[in-house]
């Protein structure tokens, strides 16, 4: 897809590769906060994880468990990994991609999870009657 960050053939993608297979890859993350962490994204461009073949699925399984010994080696104390699929969820690239976050004990957020940013009294949609 042109202009896609994550296609490999554009040459835009930010980062080092630090694990691939057949169809999919592990990048580092390049933010500044966030460290021993990345995303593991397909070769084949598709939007969400629905869209994902079985062998696309099966192959992210077997990089996860790659990239969890390449990341062991920092003794992270747990992990996150999620996905956004969305404008309004977070995806900022249009391309699937899998987070993958290192967490250690001397976070200031530790302990936090991911539920952290959704179960905030100001998240709560006006439109829901609770």
């Given at each position: ?70 990341l062991d080696k920092y003794?992270?104390?747990?992990y996150n990994i999620g ?16 987070h993958v976050i290192a ?28």
């Open positions: 897809m042109e202009n896609c960050n994550f296609c490999l053939e554009n040459n835009t993608l930010k980062g080092e590769i630090l694990a691939k297979n057949d169809l999919c890859y592990f990048v580092e993350s390049i933010d500044p906060v966030i460290k021993h962490a990345g995303m593991i994204i397909t070769y084949r461009h598709v939007l969400t994880p629905f869209e994902l073949s079985d062998e696309e699925w099966l192959s992210m399984k077997n990089l996860l468990r790659e990239v969890k010994e390449i003794n992270p104390s747990g996905w956004n699929i969305g404008d309004d969820a977070g995806q900022n690239v249009n391309h699937v991609h899998l967490r250690f004990s001397d976070e200031p957020l530790r302990g936090k999870g991911i539920r952290y940013a959704f179960k905030q009294e100001t998240n709560k949609r006006p439109s829901i009657a609770y």
